[in-house]
């Protein structure tokens, strides 16, 4: 049977306690956004949702966004969240795609 000694259990204690800082640290740098369009006249097709972590590109060219999502319609209005988003900040762009095609205009 093997003996555990002071030393272990401290350096167990801060190995642990080291672990659950760099965890909670990593943790508390990312949030999750959540986006909401109402009044939305028809049912047709989805919206598009578009985040963008720069200028460059916003709102109309679709692959400069950092992050992109689709949602359906429902009764008027549509929502996605984005997970895990960096602190910082963001520009949001939103359309609606009643045709499918994922392009505007």
Not at 7 to 20: D, G, N
Not at 61 to 74: C, G, H, N, V, Y
């Amino acid at each position: 049977m093997k003996r555990f000694t002071y030393k272990h259990l401290l350096a167990t204690a801060l190995f642990l306690s080291t672990f659950l800082f760099v965890t909670a640290f990593q943790t508390a740098t990312v949030t999750h956004l959540k986006i909401t369009v109402t009044g939305i006249k028809n049912s047709k097709g989805a919206i598009n949702f578009n985040l963008y972590n720069k200028a460059e590109g916003f709102p109309k060219e679709q692959a400069k966004a950092f992050k992109r999502l689709s949602a359906r319609i429902t009764n008027g209005t549509s929502t996605v969240t984005f997970e895990n988003i960096p602190f910082g900040e963001y520009a949001q762009a939103a359309y609606h795609d009643e045709n499918g095609n994922t392009r505007l205009g």
